[in-house]
């Protein structure tokens, strides 16, 4: 029997009454989760898996991958609403998303991300079926040079993130590289910057931080400013469908990355997200939008974010290789059902496998029936008081830093950040960019020294292998544009001062 | 010449510390970098931009034309500064954060939100008793009942 074949027949199976109740629940209980504070979907789909010891094999991973995609979508509620991202991939929804809101369009907002979170997800379930087996064999041959040279050209989004000034973009750059830094050397093992703090030798936590960065600091500025009366937040206006429908560009461009960058082990969900934003500002017409409320700066990410959930299990079901601590611990839950991902997986358990497959696309549809309608639910946290709402904020916040690692340390880090927030706004410092380089500065570090071990210290290694050194001119073609055009305005400038 | 304010200080202060801290360790080995490459690389360069933003910053600002985006739309800049209320929360929560551990979680946050309710947002006192205490319990139960997360029950292991 042909792939057609057995997703058809996987697609009854999924289709089954009690194996759709499963992936209703699977979306609920996921999107619930992931709209608290520290509950990403790693820990989510973690704590949930004694829940499905009862069902059968099929019916645990169904349930158990519909948590999983509902967590993506429910880390996007709490960034658009309330500034503060459920979960690390959802950090750049905070940008535009929360202006979004606060401009009364927060329906829009959500809508757009459940509409491209539908159509980048079943996208790239599709590929996962046609493409699966070609694509893989590309992602094997991403080694530590390879992955190093991905995560540079990741670094060139810093100059697109960063607004007009491409100084305070690269501090902000430096800042979240240091954070990055913090915790025990990757290679060596020897602590750095930990001040003989042993909660620092795991480092800082990246949800602490931006929780404290994006969220704290937010509460902690709308308190001080007198030009409002109340509530940062408008009350939402209605979908404007006419706004979700203009964006279909950028959830095609935001498919596109997701898809490519779930291909390749080890990526993370964040990174899709950041690469789309500053890919859709780059294409921009009017890129000064934004940070100011661009839908296209939601809905790219948004899309990339599930279409790398579903594409991040090609390489789980191919090569039994988990890109991510989520899917390892998916895979976790495949092997106490009894089932090892991979290669022989397709050939030994045929039904099973093209049962999940299919019920990838029954989840991404369940999702957006579920989300859309519960849009204007969502949006009635806005009219909660905000005096009220802002102390549910911090508690939230509070119990998700702790929730990570049961460390009250890490709320005290949530708070820390909040602080450095609001520094960074007085200085005019994009808090974007160094969103970023924390997320990517460890893993630079990482594959570099990883690359520069297997050739004995020889830099050479970057320019023999031939997509690193595509990679690499990609980069340094980018940012010599980028730096030419605002050397040459910013010296336009100071010619006139 | 202005005079550069504390956090351009500190922004330098910062780099010149991350220097030094790298510095104690090796920076390159036979392999190749060591762990104090990376931090001395981005110390050095943190270094240049803030002196390089101090001092642009000091200097007396041109009076310019508003910034508009692509569609006209003036870009307003935005006020920074922490006003009372905002110091009297990150009181709250330093104190809160600082005994939690000795108090147990759902004092400590009982704690902080009937403070910034009553305190600092001057609502009628049962009214702000009642937030809460639902705030915290509901808090705690969502937490540790339904997800199986442990937070701090303190010295009375409440």
């Known amino acids: 029997m042909d ?41 989510a789909t973690a704590m949930l898996i004694p829940l499905t010891l009862a069902l059968d094999p099929i019916a645990a991973i169904i349930m158990l991958s519909a948590i999983y995609y509902g967590a993506q979508y429910g880390g996007t509620i709490t960034s658009v609403l309330i500034n ?14 929360y202006q979004m809101a606060k401009q009364g369009r927060a329906s829009t907002a959500l809508a757009v991300s459940a509409v491209g979170s539908f159509i980048g997800g079943t996208i790239a379930s599709c590929g996962l079926v046609l493409l699966a087996l070609p694509l893989t064999s590309l992602a094997l041959k991403f080694g530590p040079p390879e992955f190093c040279a991905l995560m540079l050209c990741g670094l060139t989004l810093v100059v697109g993130l960063g607004g007009t000034s491409l100084t305070k973009a690269m501090i902000a750059a430096c800042l979240g590289l240091l954070i990055g830094l913090v915790g025990i050397d990757p290679v060596a093992g020897e602590p750095r910057f930990t001040f003989g703090l042993p909660e620092l030798l795991d480092g800082l936590d990246f949800v602490p931080v931006l929780m404290g960065l994006f969220g704290v600091s937010e509460i902690l500025l709308n308190l001080s400013d007198r030009n409002r009366s109340g509530s940062p937040l408008t009350s939402s206006r209605r979908t404007e469908w006419g706004e979700v429908r203009r964006s279909m560009p950028a959830i095609g461009r935001g498919t596109g990355v997701g898809f490519l960058l779930g291909l390749i082990p080890g990526v993370g969900a964040a990174v899709p997200t950041y690469l789309s934003y500053g890919l859709e500002k780059k294409v921009s017409k009017r890129p000064r939008r934004f940070g100011r409320g661009a839908v296209e700066g939601v809905a790219g990410p948004e899309t990339a974010n599930n279409a790398y959930a579903s594409a991040s299990m090609i390489p789980l079901f191919t090569l039994g290789i988990p890109g991510s601590a989520t899917l390892a611990v998916l895979m976790g839950a495949f092997l106490m059902n009894g089932l090892s991902p991979g290669p022989l997986l397709f050939k030994e358990h045929p039904d099973f496998a093209w049962a999940v497959i299919a019920s990838f696309y029954i989840g991404n549809l369940i999702l957006i029936v579920l989300n859309l309608p519960l849009v204007p639910m969502w949006v009635q946290i806005l009219k909660v008081p905000y005096r009220v709402l802002y102390p549910l904020i911090l508690v939230m916040a509070i119990v998700g830093s702790i929730a990570l690692r049961g460390e009250v340390f890490d709320a005290a880090v949530m708070l820390f950040f909040g602080l450095v927030g609001v520094a960074c706004r007085k200085l005019s410092i994009p808090l974007a960019p160094m969103s970023l380089t924390l997320i990517l500065g460890p893993m630079i570090e990482k594959s570099l020294r990883q690359s520069l071990s297997l050739s004995q210290g020889s830099f050479g290694i970057f320019f023999t292998r031939p997509i690193a050194l595509g990679l690499i001119i990609v980069s340094v073609v980018v940012l010599s544009l980028f730096a030419f055009n605002v050397v040459r305005g910013e010296s336009r400038v100071e010619s006139e001062v | 010449m202005r005079r550069p304010s504390l ?15 790298s510095l104690r360790r090796a920076v390159w080995d036979e392999l190749g970098p060591g762990p104090g490459f990376f931090p001395l690389v981005v110390g050095v360069l ?18 310019t034309e508003p910034d508009v985006d692509e569609d006209g739309i003036r870009l307003e800049e935005e006020v920074v500064r922490l006003g009372r209320k905002s110091w009297l929360v990150v009181a709250a929560l330093v104190v ?10 759902r004092i400590a946050v009982a704690a902080i939100v009937l403070f910034i309710l009553a305190v600092v947002e001057r609502m009628r006192p049962p009214v702000a008793v009642g937030i809460a205490a639902a705030i915290s319990a509901g808090s705690f139960y969502l937490f540790t009942d339904l997800l199986g997360v ?9």
Request: glycine letters at 16%; a negative charge.
């Open chain 2, 150 to 158: 442990q937070l701090p029950t303190g010295l009375l292991g409440v």
């Open chain 2, 7 to 21: 956090l351009h200080l500190a922004l330098v202060g910062v780099s010149v510390a991350t220097i030094v801290g």
């Open chain 2, 96 to 105: 809160g954060i600082l005994t939690m551990d000795l108090i147990g979680f």
């Open chain 2, 46 to 63: 943190l270094l240049g931009l803030s002196l390089r933003v101090l001092v642009r910053d000091s200097r007396p600002q041109p009076a």
């Open chain 1, 84 to 97: 503060t991202p459920g979960e690390i991939a959802s950090a750049v929804t905070c940008i535009d998303g």
């Open chain 1, 3 to 43: 792939s057609f074949g057995y997703l058809l027949d996987g697609l009854g199976t999924a289709l089954e009454p009690r194996n759709l109740v499963f992936a209703l629940i699977g979306c609920l209980v996921g999107t619930a989760v992931g709209v608290l504070p520290g509950i990403g979907p790693t820990a």
